[in-house]
């Protein structure tokens, strides 16, 4: 038993690393570990929060308290950024920053690329949440 059981992992070994399923170095695997991160940072971002349990949040310390400020700082944030997403979407833009020297060309060039990247998530948002939710 354990010498079948031996030889499967190692048939296993031997196939997943002849396919290229394992990187080569760690390098590729953190660079592999960090794509999938953001792959997964980005998804969840484009989805709207559920609203929690509606019963009231009890707080009796100031980690109670911390981490309650912390939730409600992170759906504050969340909720703003889907916001920009879909204001992007039905066309929003905001107020052209008009080019008097080098700050504020580098701020509008900011702006733009702001812009596109909102623009890029809305195209995904859409994507997932099909033509229910985009207008």
Do not use: W
Not at 25 to 50: F, N, Y
């Amino acid at each position: 038993m354990k010498t079948a059981t031996l030889i499967s992992l190692i048939t296993l070994a031997i196939v997943s690393t002849a396919a290229g399923a394992t990187p080569g170095t760690t390098d590729e695997a953190r660079a592999e570990a960090g794509a999938r991160q953001a792959a997964a940072a980005r998804a969840a971002a484009l989805r709207p929060l559920e609203p929690l349990a509606p019963e009231s949040l009890r707080i009796s310390d100031t980690d109670t308290a911390r981490s309650a400020a912390g939730l409600r700082n992170a759906r504050q944030a969340h909720d703003s950024h889907l916001t920009e997403v879909v204001g992007a979407g039905a066309g929003i833009k905001p107020a052209p920053i008009t080019i008097t020297d080098t700050d504020s060309a580098r701020a509008a060039a900011a702006q733009r690329l702001h812009e596109q990247s909102l623009s890029g998530e809305h195209a995904e948002y859409a994507r997932h949440s099909g033509p229910s939710r985009t207008n």
